[in-house]
């Protein structure tokens, strides 16, 4: 699963020989120490537009961490932070042209730009909308100029009421748990509980019980790594066949195994008597769990259709609903949906998947609301290329393309799955809904 590629180039005689063939370079990205996981530090070079709204929730979230604000003068390997709410006009838009012509240079090696403004449907002005509109266009744009450099740049939405929201999605956005999430949107919304300011960003997730499907072994072990580091117990969920893969997992997080067919009719039922055994409340649910039965449409079988199905999708909502109906996940609780970009592009021989897949993302949009009254928030992540077992059978030519199509030059992580979800699961996310989160480097499939 390793990429010999990445690896040569930034090698010593490797990185000689690309650059001589004129070859890319992709850099290793930075990510989160196991150590000191969510830690917010460097230099940061902020800028805004006239009638900027953010500025002052911005420069709260900053002064709650070891970030240091420079100024253009004396900035250099920074990361950039621009306020851009106040744009309404073709004309203002230079101020933005203004703060990354002058500044993007001084991005640093897997550096962080984040753009903020409001999300358009929440402004009246059509003329307003229209440009706050065109940030996603420049963001992309901008994530394909830096990827180079293993430098990301996001967008953050704030929707109505979502300014007291803004700390969390702005953390994470700085942070290296956004390592492989590129070119990609995020809406801070009104927040569905009381925003705790006292929250401890290091271990969120301290004494919260968290239920993760597929968890055996590749991104739903990953999963339950980083769920567990940031202070969360576990009950991993998999299939009788990986019971001693599920076992060995579960130990190494302290965690809980639970063999289950989670496309058994008393699959929800024997899921919250195990959650009732470790705590009155549950925490969140990941519906990581999934599989893939590829093949041509017009030779695909009925059973290879239907089994997919029940697994990706009839077994989350039959769950779902049976959460629901109790009061376990209310004021709070957190739900996870594992999407891909195969159900955003499609894909060769993957109707069923695909089908499957963006049924994950309309059950975020149409549970959010329902959910939101009840404290609840729904979110999915949609990956791309990611290093798994599954990735390393793919043959080697089609899997090289596969990684070289991001503006990251490389495939993802398990790890960088796990770090996203981790977020939407912090406590402090209480203003993060109805989000679907791309991780796939900004591969050019589903960007």
């Not at 021989?349 to 897949?357: A, D, I």
Request: hydrophobic share 45%.
């Amino acid at each position: 699963m390793s990429d010999k590629y990445l690896e040569l180039a930034n090698s010593k005689f490797g990185g000689s020989l690309l650059s001589a063939l004129g070859l890319p370079k992709p850099v290793v990205l930075m990510r989160e120490s196991a150590d000191r996981p969510h830690r917010l530090s460097g230099d940061v070079l902020c800028g805004s537009s006239t009638g900027a709204a953010f500025s002052e929730n911005i420069n709260t979230t900053l002064a709650s961490t070891d970030i240091k604000l420079v100024s253009a003068d004396s900035a250099d390997k920074c990361n950039l932070i621009f306020d851009a709410s106040g744009i309404c006009s073709a004309e203002q838009t230079v101020e933005l042209y203004d703060f990354f012509h002058q500044n993007l240079a001084k991005l640093g090696r897997c550096g962080r730009v984040v753009v903020i403004g409001h999300k358009p449907s929440a402004l009246q002005d059509a003329d307003h909308a229209t440009l706050q509109r065109g940030l996603v266009g420049f963001v992309k744009s901008v994530a394909k100029e830096i990827g180079r450099k293993g430098a990301t740049a996001n967008l953050l939405y704030v929707d109505r009421g979502g300014d007291s929201a803004i700390a969390a999605p702005l953390r994470f956005l700085l942070s290296a748990g956004c390592a492989f999430t590129n070119g990609q949107l995020l809406t801070a919304t009104a927040p569905v509980t009381e925003v705790d300011l006292q929250a401890d960003w290091q271990r969120p997730l301290e004494g919260k019980l968290v239920v993760v499907t597929g968890a055996a072994r590749g991104i739903g072990l990953a999963i339950s790594q980083v769920l567990a580091r940031d202070g969360a117990k576990v009950i991993g969920v998999d299939v009788a066949q990986s019971q001693s893969q599920l076992n060995a997992a579960m130990a190494s997080v302290d965690g809980v195994a639970l063999a289950l067919d989670i496309t058994a009719q008393d699959a929800p039922q024997t899921l919250i008597d195990c959650c009732l055994q470790h705590a009155d409340k549950l925490h969140g649910i990941v519906h990581n769990a999934g599989i893939t039965r590829d093949k041509m449409l017009s030779r695909m079988t009925e059973q290879q259709w239907q089994l997919l199905m029940q697994v990706n999708l009839g077994s989350v909502q039959k769950i779902n609903r049976a959460l629901l109906a109790t009061e376990m996940l209310d004021n709070g609780g957190r739900i996870v949906g594992i999407a891909s970009t195969s159900g955003i592009a499609g894909n060769v021989g993957q109707t069923n998947y695909g089908f499957s897949k963006s049924a994950v993302i309309g059950m975020v949009e149409s549970m959010a609301q329902q959910c939101a009254d009840r404290g609840i928030t729904v979110n999915a992540v949609a990956p791309g290329f990611i290093e798994t077992q599954m990735t390393a059978a793919i043959p080697f030519a089609t899997r090289h393309i596969g990684r070289r199509l991001s503006s990251l030059g490389q495939g993802g992580l398990p790890v960088d799955v796990a770090e996203v979800i981790a977020f939407y699961l912090s406590p402090q996310a209480v203003g993060v809904n109805s989000n679907i989160l791309r991780v796939c480097g900004q591969n050019l499939v589903g960007a």
